[in-house]
């Protein structure tokens, strides 16, 4: 595990281990509601935190919204996030920010905007996260874009950034068939892909 991985993490996982109540909200756009499945990332997420912290009181609280973009994130970010007191935050924002034209300077300082709220009103550590590769090639090479812009403010700000991109291409890499991940005609993760979300996402537990 890379240093700046458990680091971005640490508090959380004192809490994991120590049993405690952990309070974790997944903020962002229909990646992260888990769109047209029945499992998203964060039910394949709780069931590994569990199974590794099974002292710990784990809840995950899904804020993900359908075409949600950064600016609709600010909004509601009051209500969505700080609300609920959480201990960790996972952000997803991206696609849809690409698709309605938001530049990537917007995007970047409403990504900072966020960061900066929630750390600001909750204290909570946060987790940036980039989305899977889309199938048309001219969208895919425009949404990496986006992806870099997330890394980029995680690395300003100093909070975790979880490239889910990059672990979807590892297992494409591996032969596995970028359209098995991925819910047929649409630009969306199916189960299988959710998963490796979560596994991904546990490299920081």
């Excluded at 929630?118 to 895919?140: H, N, V």
């Excluded at 630009?187 to 996402?201: F, Q, R, T, V």
Aim: with cysteine; aromatic share 10%.
């Amino acid at each position: 595990m890379k240093q700046e991985e458990s680091s971005s993490t640490k508090n959380t996982v004192t809490l994991l281990e120590a049993g405690e109540q952990v309070q974790i909200v997944a903020f962002g756009d229909s990646i992260s509601a888990g769109f047209a499945v029945r499992k998203g990332f964060d039910h394949f997420w709780l069931e590994m935190l569990k199974e590794k912290y099974p002292q710990a009181e784990i809840a995950i609280k899904n804020e993900g919204v359908c075409g949600a973009t950064s600016f609709d994130g600010l909004a509601r970010l009051d209500w969505s996030v700080i609300a609920h007191s959480p201990d960790l935050v996972t952000v997803n924002f991206g696609i849809n920010d690409m698709y309605m034209g938001i530049r990537l300077g917007k995007f970047k300082s409403n990504v900072i905007e966020i960061t900066e709220k929630i750390i600001e009103g909750s204290k909570s550590e946060i987790l940036l996260l980039s989305s899977e590769p889309l199938l048309t090639p001219k969208f895919d090479k425009i949404v990496l874009s986006y992806y870099q812009t997330l890394e980029d403010v995680a690395e300003e700000m100093e909070v975790g950034f979880v490239d889910v991109y990059g672990a979807w291409m590892r297992k494409v890499a591996e032969g596995v068939p970028l359209e098995s991940l991925i819910l047929s005609g649409l630009d969306h993760p199916n189960e299988l892909g959710y998963e490796i979300i979560a596994e991904e996402l546990m490299r920081f537990f």
